[in-house]
C-alpha cells in the first residue's frame, strides 16, 4: 500500500509557510530618520525663535513711523541700557522729529541688537 505522507506531500500545504528571517533594520532605519526629522525640526524652531528679536529690532530700523518705532524700541528694552541710549531714544520718541532721525533710530536698533549678543 502506498504511503500517504508521501504521496499526499505534493498538494498538502505546510501548517506554516517557510519565510526568510527578517531582520529589525528597516525599522531601525526608519526610526533614525524619523528622530533626525524631529531633530532638524526641533534645532530650526530653536534658532527662528533665537533670532526673533533681532529680526524685530530689524524691522524697527527700517520702519518709516519713527515715534512708533522709538516706543515699540522702548517696550522691547533689550538687555541693559545706558543713560545716552534712553536720553536719545526719550527724544525719539516726544521730541518733535528732526531730519536724523530714523538714522537715529536705525543706531539705537544696531546698538540693542549688538546687546543681544
Do not use: H, N
Not at 9 to 38: H, M, N, R, T, Y
Request: aromatic share 6%; net charge positive; glycine share 4%.
Amino acid at each position: 500500500m502506498p504511503d500517504p505522507r508521501q504521496d499526499l506531500a505534493d498538494i498538502v500545504e505546510p501548517a506554516f509557510a517557510v519565510a526568510p528571517a527578517q531582520s529589525d533594520f528597516p525599522a531601525a532605519l526608519a526610526l533614525g530618520a524619523l528622530l533626525l526629522a524631529a531633530l532638524l525640526i526641533a534645532a530650526g524652531y530653536w534658532r527662528w525663535r533665537r533670532t526673533a528679536m533681532r529680526r524685530r529690532l530689524r524691522r524697527l530700523a527700517d520702519s518709516a513711523d519713527i515715534a512708533a518705532a522709538a516706543a515699540e524700541l522702548a517696550r522691547l528694552r533689550p538687555g541693559p541700557a545706558d543713560a545716552a541710549w534712553q536720553a536719545e531714544l526719550a527724544r525719539l520718541r516726544f521730541a518733535p522729529p528732526r531730519a536724523d532721525a530714523a538714522a537715529t533710530l536705525a543706531r539705537l536698533c544696531r546698538q540693542a541688537e549688538a546687546g543681544l549678543k
